[in-house]
C-alpha cells in the first residue's frame, strides 16, 4: 500500500480481498490529495484480473467518489505502483492528474469499426497536435493489432506507446467505459511534456545477420550459411564470454536456445538500437533451418539475443539512468510529476535482487518518489510498434 503526490499527480496503490476493501483503500488516500475540492480531471487506473468481473463497479465507484469523468487503463495479471507490484492477488492501482481539458482526448475502442475514435479525435486534433498517445488493447481484438496501430498512428501523428491487457479470463480495457476488443486510449497534446524509455531485457550475443534464404516463418540460411551454423556459433562465442572457456559439447545448443536465446529485428531507423525479440518456435541441425515467430523475407537483418536475471537487471538499469541523464541534461533538473510503466508479464518471475519480483523497487531507487502506476502486459508497444519481453517508462515532465 502507497500513496504518492506531487503538484499535478497523485497515486494509491493497495491489495485486499475482495473489490470494495480494495477500492475504499485506494479511495481513502487518494481523497487526502481532494481535501481542497482540487481540480484533478484525469485518472489512470490498473486492476488485477482477479477483479475482472466487478471491472464496470469499480470505475463506476472511482467516478463517483471522486468526481473524475475520465478514466482509462487496462486489467493486468499483475499492477504496479511506486516501488512495488501486485501479482496474482486482488489489487488496484490508480493515479489522478490535473491536466487541461484542451490537452488530452479519451477515444474509444478500434477494432472492426473505427469510426467512433476517428470522430472523437478528429474533433480534437483539428484544433490540437498530438504528442503523446496512450494505447491499451486487447490481445484477442478481431483486428490485426499492428493495422490499428498503424490506423491511429495515422490519425494522430503521435508517438503511440501502451500495452495489451493480460488476464486469465477477460481482457478489459478503460476509456471512460469499460470495453473488450480492439485498442482504446488517450491522446496528449504537445502541451504536455513528456519522456519514454524502453528497455529490452536483452544482450545481443553476436552481430546482426542477414536472410539470405527463407521460407515464411522458417530462417534457411543467413549471410549464404546454414542458419543453425551461424547461430551455433554465435552460441558458442556467448558461451565463452560467460564461462572465459570454450564449450566442451556436453550442453547441447537447442536446449539453451529454447531456455535464454532469442531471435531480434533491429527497427529500421531507430537511433535507440531499438529491435524487436520474438520467440524461437524450434530448430532443426540436420537441415540447419530455425523457425521463429515472425514471418521474414529475403534481406531482412536479424541476430540472436541473450535474456536471463542479469541482463534484465542491467538493461533496466541502463535504459532508466540514461532517461534521468537526459532529462538533466535538456531540464536542468530531474523532478518528473507522474509516471506510468507498462512491464511484460514474462518479467514477473524474474529476479531484480532478493527474489522474484522487486522491478519496481529498482524503478524506484533511480526515479524515485514519483507518482506511478502500471500494468504487466501481454504485448507492449513503443513507437506504434508491439514488443515482447519489455518494460516502458512514461514520465510527464
Given at each position: 500500500m502507497g500513496f504518492f503526490t506531487s503538484d499535478s499527480f497523485a497515486s494509491?496503490?493497495?491489495?485486499?480481498?475482495?473489490?470494495?476493501?480494495?477500492?475504499?483503500?485506494?479511495?481513502?488516500?487518494?481523497?487526502?490529495?481532494?481535501?481542497?475540492?482540487?481540480?484533478?480531471?484525469i485518472g489512470f487506473i490498473y486492476i488485477s484480473d482477479n477483479l475482472t468481473e466487478e471491472a464496470n463497479s469499480i470505475i463506476n465507484l472511482f467516478r463517483s467518489v471522486t468526481n473524475i469523468e475520465h478514466w482509462v487503463g487496462a486489467i493486468g495479471l499483475g499492477v504496479c505502483a511506486t516501488g512495488e507490484e501486485y501479482v496474482d492477488e486482488?489489487?488496484?492501482?490508480?493515479?489522478?492528474?490535473?491536466?487541461?481539458?484542451?490537452?488530452?482526448c479519451v477515444f474509444p475502442a478500434i477494432d472492426l469499426n473505427p469510426e467512433p475514435a476517428r470522430i472523437a479525435l478528429e474533433e480534437w486534433t483539428d484544433s490540437?497536435?498530438?504528442?503523446?498517445v496512450l494505447v491499451h488493447g486487447d490481445p484477442l481484438t478481431d483486428t490485426e493489432p499492428a493495422t490499428i496501430l498503424s490506423q491511429l498512428e495515422q490519425m494522430t501523428g503521435g508517438f503511440l506507446v501502451g500495452g495489451m491487457s493480460s488476464s486469465r479470463t477477460a481482457h478489459l480495457q478503460f476509456a471512460d467505459e469499460v470495453t473488450q476488443g480492439g485498442i482504446s486510449g488517450v491522446a496528449f497534446s504537445q502541451e504536455i511534456p513528456v519522456a519514454t524509455a524502453l528497455t529490452q531485457g536483452c544482450a545481443p550475443i553476436g552481430p546482426v545477420h542477414t536472410i539470405t534464404r527463407c521460407d515464411e516463418n522458417v530462417i534457411i540460411e543467413l549471410d549464404g550459411q546454414r542458419a543453425f551454423d551461424v547461430f551455433s556459433a554465435d552460441l558458442r562465442t556467448m558461451t565463452v564470454q560467460k564461462t572465459e572457456e570454450a564449450p566442451?559439447?556436453?550442453d547441447k545448443p537447442d536446449d539453451l536456445f529454447r531456455g535464454e536465446v532469442h531471435v531480434a529485428f533491429p527497427?529500421?531507423?531507430s537511433d535507440q538500437q531499438d529491435y524487436l525479440?520474438?520467440?524461437?518456435?524450434?530448430?532443426?541441425?540436420?537441415?540447419?533451418?530455425?523457425?521463429?515467430a515472425h514471418n521474414v523475407t529475403n534481406g531482412e537483418q536479424m541476430m540472436f539475443v541473450h535474456r536471463d536475471d542479469e541482463t534484465v537487471r542491467a538493461d533496466l538499469s541502463r535504459s532508466l539512468l540514461d532517461l534521468r541523464h537526459r532529462i538533466q541534461d535538456e531540464n536542468g533538473e530531474f523532478s518528473p510529476k507522474g509516471a506510468l510503466y507498462i512491464s511484460s508479464v514474462a518479467r514477473t518471475m524474474s529476479d531484480f535482487g532478493d527474489r522474484p519480483g522487486g522491478e519496481m523497487k529498482l524503478v524506484h531507487e533511480i526515479i524515485?518518489?514519483?507518482?506511478l502506476v502500471g500494468f504487466y502486459a501481454n504485448g507492449e508497444i513503443s513507437n506504434h510498434r508491439l514488443y515482447g519481453y519489455t518494460a516502458i517508462l512514461i514520465l510527464f515532465l
Amino acid at each position: 500500500m502507497g500513496f504518492f503526490t506531487s503538484d499535478s499527480f497523485a497515486s494509491a496503490s493497495a491489495a485486499g480481498t475482495d473489490w470494495r476493501d480494495t477500492s475504499k483503500a485506494v479511495l481513502k488516500m487518494l481523497e487526502k490529495a481532494q481535501t481542497d475540492g482540487g481540480d484533478f480531471n484525469i485518472g489512470f487506473i490498473y486492476i488485477s484480473d482477479n477483479l475482472t468481473e466487478e471491472a464496470n463497479s469499480i470505475i463506476n465507484l472511482f467516478r463517483s467518489v471522486t468526481n473524475i469523468e475520465h478514466w482509462v487503463g487496462a486489467i493486468g495479471l499483475g499492477v504496479c505502483a511506486t516501488g512495488e507490484e501486485y501479482v496474482d492477488e486482488p489489487a488496484i492501482t490508480a493515479m489522478i492528474g490535473r491536466i487541461n481539458k484542451e490537452d488530452f482526448c479519451v477515444f474509444p475502442a478500434i477494432d472492426l469499426n473505427p469510426e467512433p475514435a476517428r470522430i472523437a479525435l478528429e474533433e480534437w486534433t483539428d484544433s490540437t497536435e498530438p504528442m503523446l498517445v496512450l494505447v491499451h488493447g486487447d490481445p484477442l481484438t478481431d483486428t490485426e493489432p499492428a493495422t490499428i496501430l498503424s490506423q491511429l498512428e495515422q490519425m494522430t501523428g503521435g508517438f503511440l506507446v501502451g500495452g495489451m491487457s493480460s488476464s486469465r479470463t477477460a481482457h478489459l480495457q478503460f476509456a471512460d467505459e469499460v470495453t473488450q476488443g480492439g485498442i482504446s486510449g488517450v491522446a496528449f497534446s504537445q502541451e504536455i511534456p513528456v519522456a519514454t524509455a524502453l528497455t529490452q531485457g536483452c544482450a545481443p550475443i553476436g552481430p546482426v545477420h542477414t536472410i539470405t534464404r527463407c521460407d515464411e516463418n522458417v530462417i534457411i540460411e543467413l549471410d549464404g550459411q546454414r542458419a543453425f551454423d551461424v547461430f551455433s556459433a554465435d552460441l558458442r562465442t556467448m558461451t565463452v564470454q560467460k564461462t572465459e572457456e570454450a564449450p566442451d559439447g556436453k550442453d547441447k545448443p537447442d536446449d539453451l536456445f529454447r531456455g535464454e536465446v532469442h531471435v531480434a529485428f533491429p527497427v529500421s531507423g531507430s537511433d535507440q538500437q531499438d529491435y524487436l525479440v520474438r520467440n524461437a518456435l524450434g530448430i532443426d541441425p540436420d537441415k540447419g533451418w530455425i523457425a521463429v515467430a515472425h514471418n521474414v523475407t529475403n534481406g531482412e537483418q536479424m541476430m540472436f539475443v541473450h535474456r536471463d536475471d542479469e541482463t534484465v537487471r542491467a538493461d533496466l538499469s541502463r535504459s532508466l539512468l540514461d532517461l534521468r541523464h537526459r532529462i538533466q541534461d535538456e531540464n536542468g533538473e530531474f523532478s518528473p510529476k507522474g509516471a506510468l510503466y507498462i512491464s511484460s508479464v514474462a518479467r514477473t518471475m524474474s529476479d531484480f535482487g532478493d527474489r522474484p519480483g522487486g522491478e519496481m523497487k529498482l524503478v524506484h531507487e533511480i526515479i524515485g518518489d514519483v507518482p506511478l502506476v502500471g500494468f504487466y502486459a501481454n504485448g507492449e508497444i513503443s513507437n506504434h510498434r508491439l514488443y515482447g519481453y519489455t518494460a516502458i517508462l512514461i514520465l510527464f515532465l
